[in-house]
């Protein structure tokens, strides 16, 4: 019989209860349902006692990240506020286990911590969507993409909740065949295993209600485009319809005109980098298309009734 696959998770405060329960409960019931011991586990965190999930939970771990066991592969698994949590103990166990040749990879928001310590470089990724457009900003080098895990880079990734399921789940396949991937996915209930090609947000016809092919298109562009606006009467080109057309679509099926749903777009946009980075407000702009960080502080505050020191300054 082989020797039992090892797992190490690292775990920071406000970690993803939700991510670490779909990282651990398939390689529990992939060995109870083998009758073998295919996966063991051990659990780290910066002060070797305990860690604090970000639902106020308490996780007894096995040691901290200064020693750390033999394994075959090391996950980094954190949550809301990861940027609070990437400290100097936990980036130098990392290295020290890159250097060893430990397979590592990153669970939820930990491709940033991974991304932090140089790692990710030149990279794909995923990353929870939430800090999607944060991302982008701060590793201009990763190439950041909207699948639900990576599984084809030297660093695993998986952007967090039931995603981190379907990356163990693509593992046990790998490991012990599909078999027993499909056993353990019916074990818990999991009907919709997805791969890793799967975005990680429902469509935008499934989020919005629509099915008409040319607005769906228009957002898109939008989306990206956000950095480097473009006119309606050039989408509505590039979709091979009319002006007029688009204008019609935006009315019938979300109430709005193409301009005005962009510049929602880009505001929203805004206001996440207002709130996940440290950026300049004149950085800012530009990532959301104003040349003119005075124009854009009166359009961020006649959208969101507050300016963008005055938002940034609500969450020091």
């Not at 936990?90 to 397979?103: C, F, I, M, S």
């Not at 800090?131 to 998986?158: C, W």
């Not at 469509?203 to 990206?224: E, P, T, Y």
Request: glycine letters at 6%.
């Amino acid at each position: 019989m082989s020797p039992p696959q090892k797992f190490v998770f690292f775990l920071t405060d406000e970690f993803s209860h939700l991510a670490f329960s779909c990282a651990v409960e398939p390689l529990r019931i992939a060995n109870l349902i083998s009758g073998k011991a295919l996966y063991e586990w051990s659990l780290r965190s910066e002060d070797g006692v305990s860690v604090t999930s970000s639902n106020g939970s308490e996780t007894l771990v096995d040691g901290d990240f200064s020693v750390v066991p033999k394994c075959h592969r090391l996950l980094v698994l954190s949550g809301i506020n990861m940027r609070n949590h990437v400290s100097r103990p936990l980036l130098a166990a990392l290295r020290r286990e890159r250097a060893k040749g430990t397979e590592i990879g990153a669970l939820c928001s930990g491709a940033w911590i991974l991304a932090e310590a140089g790692f990710l470089d030149g990279m794909k990724a995923a990353i929870h969507w939430e800090y999607h457009d944060s991302f982008m900003e701060e590793f201009p080098d990763v190439n950041l993409v909207r699948s639900v895990f990576v599984a084809d880079e030297k660093y695993i990734t998986a952007s967090g909740g039931t995603a981190t399921a379907d990356l163990m789940l693509h593992l046990i396949e790998a490991d012990h065949g599909e078999d027993l991937a499909l056993d353990v996915a019916d074990q818990m209930v999991y009907v919709a295993v997805r791969n890793a090609t799967a975005e990680q947000r429902v469509s935008l016809q499934s989020r919005n209600g629509m099915r008409n092919k040319h607005l769906v298109g228009a957002i898109r562009v939008m989306r990206d485009h956000i950095d480097e606006p473009v006119s309606p009467s050039v989408i509505a080109t590039q979709l091979g319809i009319s002006t007029r057309q688009l204008e019609r679509l935006f009315g019938k099926y979300l109430n709005s005109t193409p301009k005005k749903y962009y510049v929602e777009m880009r505001m929203d946009r805004a206001r996440t980098l207002l709130l996940q980075t440290e950026d300049s407000i004149t950085d800012i702009a530009l990532a959301c298309g104003y040349e003119s960080p005075g124009h854009f502080s009166k359009v961020y505050r006649a959208h969101f009734g507050v300016s963008p020191h005055a938002q940034r300054n609500k969450i020091d």
